[in-house]
């Protein structure tokens, strides 16, 4: 269930440097610390456990993101997924997806957060909006149903301009 997952997770990572940058066929490399992938895994590996246990993963994911490497400094984990990866994210994608929605959004001018809020409204009956007071950011929106997408997004008026970080819930639930 892990290894699933984490390539749900390094898919999702995918699209939505994608719906950013564009599609490339590319190499691309993502950085998790390993708490977060401890959270795939339901563990609380150490990063030499966590090594250990990322040993199974490129026959894993072979026949999906390709041949994915992975080095470790420290406890800071790098996901090297090879362009035929990022060509087999680009040829799953079916229809208009959130992520491409709400990265079109944040990028247009005058983008608020009620826009935003519409958004959520319109992909979901059961979008959920709270008010954070950390100093980091604003707001955190996400579906309450884990429909259409089951990530939290921080968002934080800059004043000329909104931006945004997505978390898993468990990660997010780290930072409160």
């Known amino acids: 269930m892990g290894f699933r997952r984490l ?3 390094l898919i999702d990572l995918v699209k939505e440097q994608q719906a950013k ?3 490339r066929p590319e190499v691309i490399r993502l950085y998790y610390p390993v708490s977060t992938l401890n959270h795939f ?3 609380e590996d150490t990063a030499e456990e966590m090594k ?3 040993n199974g993963l490129e026959a894993h994911m072979k026949g999906t993101l390709g041949e994915v490497r992975v080095t470790a400094k420290g406890d800071r984990f790098c996901f090297l997924i090879p362009e035929t990866g990022s060509v087999y994210v680009h040829e799953q994608m079916k229809g208009r997806e959130f992520i491409q929605d709400l990265v079109d959004l944040v990028g247009t001018h005058g983008c608020s957060l009620e826009k935003i809020r519409e958004l959520f409204r319109r992909w979901s009956a059961k979008p959920v909006f709270e008010k954070i007071e950390d100093g980091d950011f604003d707001w955190v929106f996400h579906f309450a149903d884990g429909i259409p997408d089951r990530y939290y997004y921080c968002f934080k008026d800059e ?3 909104l931006i945004y970080h997505r978390f898993l819930p468990e990660d997010y639930a780290e930072l409160q």
């Open 7 to 9: 390539e749900e997770n």
């Open 21 to 23: 940058l564009g599609f």
């Open 41 to 43: 895994f339901g563990s």
């Open 52 to 54: 250990a246990r990322l």
């Open 159 to 161: 004043g000329c301009h």
